[in-house]
């Protein structure tokens, strides 16, 4: 496995980009930013030396955590002996970033094993020298997951909420009826450009967390068909075409298309 790191300035936004190369399989990219001195999300843990060389380039005042997963939260630890920040996270995620899940294998080999780290519970806003967040609880895909609001500036710090709008798999966590409520929540903002912690920016928040609300449904949609002709979970999710064999032995069957549809199904109320 190898690391690259990048660096992406947007105006005062600056985006470090994480990219995780493992042979056989398609590169793993996770993101890091820095607005006003405040570091959004650490990355993993196997990025530690790329964080290192962030706390060089940047004076860092606040930390602020999405979520808890090991990809965001991994180098959380790190950075408050550095810095001397206590991380902030969302109420639901402080006993999860201190008494951290022993993670799968393939997610260690990925990202690292993060370490636990005392936190500071976010409110309704959060405030730096020069900008106010609205903080917005957007549950799904994790049960601690937030997103940012820059009313004034016209941003919207995602998190994990976006990723691709290409949605082809779920994790055995995620509850897919709340993920598609917080995603119909974060419609409701005036359009704003997303900053993704994996893609990057996008220029509009509505278009790209639109396309992934519709590829969701449409899917949603289709799984009912499937499940009213008698098919099984596994017979819905190769019948939308979506191949599954490598990520579900790759993840001992944590992540899977077959989560998504039963995931998908109970948002329709057609599984218990």
């Known amino acids: 496995m190898s690391t ?6 947007h105006g005062p ?14 590169p793993m ?9 405040v570091m959004i999300d650490t990355g993993p843990q196997r990025s530690r030396e790329a964080v290192a060389a962030i706390l060089q380039e940047e004076s860092i005042q606040q930390v602020l955590l999405t979520h808890h997963h090991e990809d965001h939260l991994g180098n959380a630890a790190f950075v408050a002996r550095e810095t001397g920040a206590r991380p902030w ?17 393939y997610r260690r080999l990925y990202w690292g094993q993060h370490s636990a780290v005392d ?14 967040f609205r903080v917005i609880h957007t549950p799904g895909h ?15 710090f ?3 909420l976006y990723l691709t709008d290409r949605v082809e798999r779920a994790f055995a966590y995620e509850d897919i009826s709340l993920l598609i409520e917080s995603i119909r929540s974060a419609l409701a903002i005036p359009d704003c450009e997303l900053f993704c912690q994996h893609t990057g920016r996008h220029m509009s928040h509505q278009h790209q967390i639109g396309k992934k609300l519709d590829r969701l449904l449409g899917l949603r949609n289709k799984a009912i068909v ?47």
């Open 29 to 37: 990219r996770v993101g890091i930013y820095v607005v006003d001195g």
């Open 158 to 160: 995602g998190g994990d």
């Open 142 to 156: 994790a049960p601690d997951h937030i997103v940012l609001h820059e009313e004034s500036q016209e941003w919207l």
């Open 4 to 9: 690259a790191f990048e660096r992406f300035d």
């Open 226 to 272: 499937h499940l009213e002709e008698g098919r099984s979970i596994r017979e819905i999710a190769s019948a939308l075409g979506i191949p599954d064999k490598a990520h579900k032995w790759i993840s001992g069957g944590e992540w899977s298309s077959e989560h998504l549809v039963r995931g998908l199904l109970r948002d329709a109320d057609r599984l218990d």
């Open 13 to 26: 936004v600056t985006f470090y980009r994480v990219t995780r190369k493992v042979p056989g399989n398609r």
């Open 119 to 132: 936190t500071q519970p976010l409110g309704d806003t959060f405030e730096t020298d020069n900008y106010c």
């Open 89 to 105: 996270i969302h109420p639901v995620g402080q006993p999860l970033a201190a008494k951290p899940e022993r993670l799968p294998l």
